[in-house]
């Protein structure tokens, strides 16, 4: 499993290592066009959204897979025991998945295929289904991390349930 989360991670970081380089340079031709062409135009401001929005739901899945996401550990830090903090992770990790799998997932899905047969207006060759497809891929990603932390954290709670002495697992 950690091999696989390892390629998914290379995945994702050069992914958005490509859209932001794209995003800078489609940015600048932006900045360059309005300066000296009087004109940004419009395929150049809606093909700068449509990246900024993929890179920030594929950064967000890579940030979370990284266990770098934002958290507010105060519940998680009212617990002295290792154990009852690993237990709280997993909870915490199963609400998660609950609302990545139903939101961003089954949510996202029901999004792109609603919106498959719409043009965007300013791109006619991109459909706004393909646009929203950032969402289930965010929520699909982000569904392997969650399961992934889970099972590693369940990993240590028993590797570390079997190693402490009796009387001492709480």
Known sequence: ????????????????????????????????????????????EELAKIMFVWLV????????????????????DAFASPRRKKILQIITNALILCFVAGILLFGGID?????????????PFIRTGQIYMALPLCGAFSVYYCLYNIWTDARALTRDAKKAPVGEED
Request: proline share 0%.
């Open 1 to 44: 499993m950690y091999t696989i989360k390892t390629w998914i991670d290379r995945l994702l970081a050069s992914i958005c290592i490509v859209l932001c380089g794209f995003l800078t340079v489609v940015v600048t031709w932006q900045v360059v066009g309005r300066f000296l062409f009087n004109s940004a135009g419009a395929i150049s």
């Open 57 to 76: 739901l594929l950064g967000a899945a890579l940030l979370f897979g990284e266990r770098g996401h934002m958290s507010i550990e105060i519940f998680v």
């Open 111 to 123: 999004a792109v295929q609603r919106t498959m047969r719409q043009t965007n207006a300013a791109i």
